[in-house]
Nanobody
Framework: FQLQASGGGLVQAGGSLRLSCAIS????????FAWFRRAPGKEREGVAY?????????VYSDSVKGRFSISRDNDRNAVYLQMNSLKPDDTAVYYC????????????????????WGQGTEVTVSS
């Protein structure tokens, strides 16, 4: 089971980016997904979480609430992070991660529960 993140880049403050996480080697329906980020000199931070199961539960960190949106396309085996109204503080390497919740609606926000990680995609927001 592998994750491949893409879509990062350089954008001006106020702009938008859409990150993608391509999933291979398994069905995305069995997993909860999350996007984490690590900014230079800062701790890793979870910004968006999406449960599996029939009715998806979504959680955002306060720092991105109202600006970022996580979505998943189980048919395409992909997870996305739409980032709007970007700020210089959003500059970081973004990672998608998967937690095998066996298709339940369990949603955990602690990184140690996420066994699968993509390689990271860098986002730079200029002021």
């Amino acid at each position: 089971f592998q994750l491949q993140a893409s879509g990062g880049g350089l954008v001006q403050a106020g702009g938008s980016l859409r990150l993608s996480c391509a999933i291979s080697g398994g069905s995305s329906e069995n997993f909860a997904f999350a996007w984490f980020r690590r900014a230079p000199g800062k701790e890793r931070e979870g910004v968006a979480y999406s449960s599996g199961g029939g009715r998806t539960t979504i959680v955002y960190s306060d720092s991105v609430k109202g600006r970022f949106s996580i979505s998943r396309d189980n048919d395409r085996n992909a997870v996305y992070l739409q980032m709007n109204s970007l700020k210089p503080d959003d500059t970081a390497v973004y990672y998608c991660a998967a937690d095998n919740t066996l298709g339940t609606r369990i949603l955990r926000t602690t990184p140690r529960f996420y066994d699968y990680w993509g390689q990271g995609t860098e986002v730079t927001v200029s002021s």
